[in-house]
């Protein structure tokens, strides 16, 4: 894990744009740790009969019916 000041991150933003996806910058002011930077790991690619796989396990069980009318009236009180 990379430590970095907080002028050198922002002098120079590359830092950010060249860490490695789940890899992290720690920056610092006055020595103390202010904001942990993290780059995003990448999702998963999920193929296509995963995907058929997922909506027909969520759609096979029927869920409670909602009234949205109601439900938004309640929220406007």
Known sequence: ?????????FGSPGWARSLEPGQSL???????PELIVTKAARRPRRTALQLRREARALLSTPGRKVDTVALLRELRK
């Open 1 to 9: 894990m990379k430590t970095l000041t907080m002028s050198q991150f």
């Open 26 to 32: 720690i920056v610092t002011t006055a020595g103390k």
